[in-house]
């Protein structure tokens, strides 16, 4: 990720990456994170109480 952009930047003189190819990137990083996570909070058994806080 970033180590690649940046021997990439620094070596070829120019971007490896657009904008928003890096701004789509985190965006589905962050959403498929937060679903995993999501589902987890389901599985796991929580009770009523912790279950409604999250």
Not at 33 to 42: D, R
């Amino acid at each position: 990720g970033i180590i690649s952009h940046i021997c990439l930047s620094i070596g070829a003189n120019f971007d490896a990456f657009g904008f928003y190819g890096l701004l789509f990137a985190m965006f589905s990083i962050v959403c498929l994170g937060s679903s995993v996570w999501g589902h987890h909070m389901f599985t796991v058994g929580l009770d009523v109480k912790t279950a409604v806080f999250f």
